[in-house]
Structures are given as C-alpha cells and as structure tokens.
C-alpha cells in the first residue's frame, strides 16, 4: 500500500499520557509510605531499647502501639487517602467534575503543586490532540505541540518528558491523525474483537478453511 498513510492510535497515546499522570500521583504516595516506613523503623529502635531498660531495671515492659500522624484535611482524609481517591478526577477536565471531586481537587493541588503541574500540562496536550483540530493548517498544530514540549521541559517532570520525547520520536503518525480526518484503528480493533468471539463461540479453528468461510459469511 504505496499511498496509504500510518497513524499513530489515539486511544494508545493518551493511555501512555495518563499513565505518566498516574505514575506522578503514585510518586507523591511513595514519599508518604517511605516516611511512614522510616517513621516506623525509628519506632521499632526506640521500642527494643525501651524494653531492654526495662529488664535492666527489673520493670514490666509494655508493648506500645505504632501511630503514623498523617495530616488530615478538611475534606476528612488524610494525605494517603487523598492522594487514592483523586485517582479518576485526574482522567477528567475540571468541568466534568462533581461537587465533591471539584472540592478534592483544591485541597490535592494544593498540597501537591507538582500534580497541579501535571495535570495542567495532561489537559493541553488532551486539548491539542481533540477532534476540533483535525483538518487544522499544518503550521498550526505544529507550533501547539511545539509549544507543549517546550512547557513539558520548563516544568521538569520526568514522567511528562519520557512521554514528551515517544511523542516526539512518533510525532509524524500522530500529525497524521489530524490530516487523515481523524482517522484511527478503532474499526480494526472492534473487527479484532468480533472475530475472537466468532472464534471462542465456535469452539476453535481446527479447520482453518472452513472456518474462513464462515468468517466471510458472518461479515458480509
């Protein structure tokens, strides 16, 4: 197929967007659980020497209890908490948030401007990459996505720049989703789906010739 153009699938380049999203999220909950493991380790060492004063000094020991002092926001979660349940606002743009979402969302961006950061940057480029574009000049989403990479390297997120740079190596099959009238490989995939029930529904392929030609006759 001499003239046929290749394009980058949307559905898998915006996967890989939130996956670097998601990986930030999942960042700012490790800093907390390895405070709360060192937290925890420190609480260990102080209880072994705790116990062992108290045999020396012939006294009953007796076992504390291990508290973490998270902070606890207005909202009633704490910092863990808050950072698990914002995991689906961040597939969403703000409009499409409810009132509770909404809420959560100013106590997270403000106690993780890293994540706000992230977030903002995920939604320009969703912007960028929307139906209203395709059929745009050349030049102009170009210059937009010109303009993404060099905001992505200003904010130094390394999450954002590793997608930043698979963009830009498949930036030629991306564009061409917007020249090729948004065109993707959702039929193929749905084409890809159909048969494998075809397959499962008939009990396997054993023979393949038959199987071809009742597969022409389911689709047509």
């Known amino acids: 197929m001499p ?4 394009v980058g699938d949307k559905f898998h380049v915006v ?14 909950k490790n800093i907390i659980n390895t405070e709360k493991r060192e937290a925890y380790e420190d609480f260990k060492k102080k209880e072994k020497a705790r116990e062992e004063k108290c045999q020396k000094n012939g006294k009953q020991y007796k076992k504390r209890k291990f508290e973490f002092n998270e902070k606890i926001f207005s909202n009633g ?3 863990s908490e808050l ?4 995991r689906y606002l961040l597939y969403k743009f703000p409009e499409q948030w409810n009132e509770k979402q909404e809420y959560r969302s100013k106590i997270l961006f403000s106690e993780f401007p890293k994540l706000e950061k992230t977030y903002k940057l995920i ?7 929307s139906k ?9 989403l170009e210059k937009g996505l010109y303009q993404w990479y060099e905001d992505v390297e200003i904010s130094g997120i390394t999450e954002l720049m590793n997608f930043s740079s698979t963009v830009e190596r498949n930036q030629e099959y991306i564009l061409n989703y917007f020249y090729n009238n948004g065109a993707s490989n959702a039929k193929a995939e749905n084409t890809n789906g159909q048969i ?3 397959i499962n529904s008939n009990q396997g392929t054993r023979d393949r ?3 071809f030609f009742r597969l022409t006759k389911y689709f047509t």
């Open 123 to 129: 939604c320009n480029f969703r912007n960028w990459y």
């Open 196 to 198: 494998k029930k075809f």
């Open 209 to 211: 010739d038959f199987f």
């Open 3 to 6: 003239e046929a153009d290749q």
């Open 83 to 86: 950072l698990t349940r914002s």
């Open 15 to 28: 996967k890989l967007l939130f996956e670097a999203g998601q990986s930030v999220r999942i960042g700012e």
């Open 77 to 79: 979660e704490t910092q």
């Open 132 to 140: 209203k574009n395709i059929g745009a000049h050349e030049l102009f």
